[in-house]
């Protein structure tokens, strides 16, 4: 059974390839604006557990992202996240930091490297 299933994925892969082979018109970026969400984790590597031990926490996180297309593979934009939990966070003095939903908003460059589809 397994043998016929990674035959008929193989099969198929190959022929949805063949579909590939069609020119696709360019599509202009150029003043595009474009804004994604996602849902994900947040890696913090200073947190405290309950124990009170410095450990690497995952918290979940939503993030709202902004993008200008400045010309087809350049684009400006702005990166946010958004913590979902509280949590314990030890800074550089030693100190215990209480977080409660910190809101991390960055500015970035896109290089659009190659080709999507």
């Not at 696709?24 to 947190?47: D, Q």
């Amino acid at each position: 059974m397994c043998k016929k299933w990674i035959c008929f994925t193989c099969l198929l892969s190959t022929a949805l390839g063949l579909f590939a082979q069609e020119e696709k018109e360019e599509e202009m970026l150029k003043g595009a604006h474009r804004i994604t969400t996602g849902l994900g984790h947040t890696h913090i590597s200073k947190g405290k557990n309950v124990d009170g031990k410095t450990v690497w926490l995952l918290q979940p996180s939503w993030s709202l992202n902004y993008d200008y297309w400045i010309v087809n593979k350049w684009a400006i934009g702005l990166q946010s996240d958004l913590v979902l939990e509280k949590f314990i966070v030890k800074d550089d003095s030693g100190e215990d930091l209480e977080r409660e939903n910190p809101w991390a908003v960055i500015p970035l460059w896109n290089l659009q490297t190659v080709e999507t589809f």
